[in-house]
């Protein structure tokens, strides 16, 4: 279903949660509370440094006219809907447990969307990277705020355009009644034709391939560039780096199955807690990465979010005196 996100794992969470005829494993009240409270926690701390990432950039001129901050932003944003997201899921899967499937499908779309647009930016980003450290004269004509503008749009519409044949494979082929039923909500409950299967892991290899091979090969390409810009070259390939890592982190969704029934044969009577925990690391820990890369690691980015910090924390204790 997706890319990058953490919506391929709930198609992973067992049969018996599809099936409410069959013995569902539920953690205890206390239990339960607990692991809300982490991930709540937790995703508000990141969409909170998250969200002062976003405002410093819209603050600021210097990031919102130059294209290369635009798709850091972008990315920046797509982890914020996806954490709110991931959140939403779980805290209704705890205390609802079942949703309307009209409802289910809008979050499942939005997720889905959002997800695929990670490994397309950080492809699109790649290729700027490239172009800045191979093409410098010609990287302002190339790298504008309109062109950047134009493949955000074209990256929403291909992320899109992928769940959208789905969406409306299951409103021609699905009864009314099921629209207005509830079921526990993942993707097999309700996207139930092996066909759409089928179509959605053809579709994440071909979006995966297309990625890896644009980071490799502009890696590469500056990997061997002139040594007159060696000291740009080398941060160059260092960020492209870090989207692989990024990349190789989005596709640990893939290894969820492998990693869930392999731990869950050793330790059996541990299946809720090694679910929990694998989608923190899965879903929840990619996330971070993102503020690391734009708000600590890059100079410009790190000296106006200080500026932003230091003036909040001021303004709070002129507040409180």
Not at 22 to 38: C, F, Q
Request: charged residues 10%; aromatic residues 12%; proline residues 2%.
């Amino acid at each position: 279903m997706d890319t990058c996100g953490f919506v391929g794992q709930l198609k992973n969470l067992s049969n018996a949660a599809m099936n409410l005829t069959t013995v569902v494993y539920r953690d205890s009240l206390n239990i339960a509370i607990v692991k809300n409270v982490i991930t709540v926690v937790l995703c508000i701390a990141i969409i909170y440094f998250n969200g002062t990432l976003v405002h410093t950039f819209k603050k600021h001129e210097v990031f919102n006219t130059n294209p290369r901050y635009i798709l850091y932003i972008h990315l920046v944003i797509n982890d914020i809907l996806l954490l709110i997201m991931f959140t939403l899921f779980q805290v209704l899967s705890y205390t609802i447990f079942t949703l309307h499937v009209s409802l289910c499908i809008i979050l499942l779309v939005i997720a889905i969307i959002s997800t695929l647009n990670n490994p397309l930016t950080l492809a699109v980003m790649a290729v700027e990277c490239y172009v800045a450290i191979c093409f410098p004269l010609h990287h302002s004509q190339i790298c504008t705020v309109k062109n950047v503008t134009v493949v955000i749009t074209v990256i929403w519409v291909l992320s899109s355009l992928s769940i959208l044949p789905d969406l409306f494979t299951i409103l021609a082929t699905e009864s009314r009644d099921f629209f207005h039923s509830r079921v526990f909500c993942l993707w097999n409950t309700i996207f139930r034709l092996p066909e759409l299967e089928k179509k959605r892991d053809i579709s994440n290899i071909v979006f995966l391939v297309i990625v890896w091979l644009t980071l490799v090969y502009t890696y590469f390409r500056i990997l061997f560039t002139a040594q007159a810009a060696a000291a740009n070259a080398r941060k160059a390939r260092n960020t492209v780096l870090l989207h692989g890592f990024q990349l190789l982190l989005c596709m640990l969704t893939y290894v969820y199955d492998l990693l869930l029934n392999g731990l869950t044969s050793l330790f059996p009577s541990g299946v809720l807690t090694i679910r929990y925990t694998i989608s923190i690391l899965v879903h929840v820990l990619p996330r971070i990465i993102s503020p690391i890369i734009y708000g600590i690691r890059d100079k410009m980015f790190r000296k106006y979010l200080k500026k932003y910090l230091f003036h909040t924390k001021n303004a709070n204790a002129l507040v409180h005196r």
